[in-house]
């Protein structure tokens, strides 16, 4: 799979909204399900959600249903999350990861991360 990096974080004031990229090098982007998970000061790594290898169907946390899209587009190696009605307890370090294996909240069961972009939102 090669290098995975994201981009697209920042500050944000509550209630607006950022779109993350996570650019994959390599020729068999498709051939993996791609997550995302996100990591607060002090806290665990934490599963936001995951797109299967067609994009065409996906599986969030239910803590961040309605608010969070996760989409990709194979022809870029690219897969997006897009984060609505951003609020200060969203704030941390969002990673992408790959895995080979299928749907899966398991950090371990994933085998490429990035290296992660930092959201800071506002209140």
């Known amino acids: 799979q090669g290098q995975l990096v994201e981009s697209g974080g920042g500050l944000v004031q509550a209630g607006g909204s950022l779109r993350l990229s996570c650019a994959a090098s390599?020729?068999?982007?498709?051939?993996?399900?791609m997550g995302w998970f996100r990591q607060a000061p002090g806290k665990d790594r934490e599963f936001v959600g995951i797109?299967?290898?067609?994009?065409?169907?996906?599986y969030y946390s239910d803590s961040y249903k309605g608010r969070f899209t996760i989409s990709r587009d194979n022809a870029k190696n690219t897969v997006y999350l897009q984060m609505n009605s951003l609020k200060p307890e969203d704030t941390a370090v969002y990673y992408c990861?790959?895995?080979?294996?299928?749907?899966?909240?398991?950090?371990?069961?994933?085998?490429?991360w990035g290296q992660g972009t930092q959201v800071t939102v506002s209140s």
């Open positions: 390599g020729r068999t982007f498709s051939s993996y399900f």
């Open positions: 797109i299967n290898k067609s994009g065409r169907s996906t």
């Open positions: 990861a790959a895995a080979q294996s299928g749907f899966s909240r398991t950090p371990s069961e994933y085998n490429y």
